[in-house]
């Protein structure tokens, strides 16, 4: 798993990436009340808006951390948008996104340099 300094954690999953949002941000963001995902099949550029997360305190966006095409959202975030505060890092992934160069993951921070980062 990597992390970007935006707060969203990367999990490789075959060919794949997983994108979500880390703990920390989850719980600066307070409880989120709505998601809207990307549409399936959408070509994103790297710094793309891609997800928006309103929750009590703000709105969020969740950037494209890769050049790629989205293959998956999470629906269940639409009927429980609350699963981000309940499971950040496990259910609540927002998009899978099948990367243009895989390569591009590995230039992410680690846990050990994401745990610096919050610290």
Request: net charge negative; charged share 30%.
């Amino acid at each position: 798993m990597k992390f970007t300094e935006d707060h969203e954690w990367l999990r490789p999953e075959d060919d794949l990436i997983v994108v979500g949002i880390t703990e920390h941000a989850s719980t600066q963001l307070g409880d989120v009340v709505f998601v809207e995902l990307p549409e399936l099949e959408t070509q994103v550029a790297k710094g793309d808006e891609v997800v928006v997360i309103e929750s009590v305190k703000a709105a969020s966006d969740i950037v494209a951390p890769l050049d790629g095409e989205i293959v998956a959202v999470n629906d269940a975030l639409t009927d429980n948008p609350a699963l981000v505060n309940e499971d950040p890092m496990g259910e609540a992934w927002f998009f899978k996104i099948k990367p243009a160069d895989m390569a591009e993951y590995d230039a992410y921070m680690d846990e050990d340099a994401y745990q610096d980062l919050i610290s």
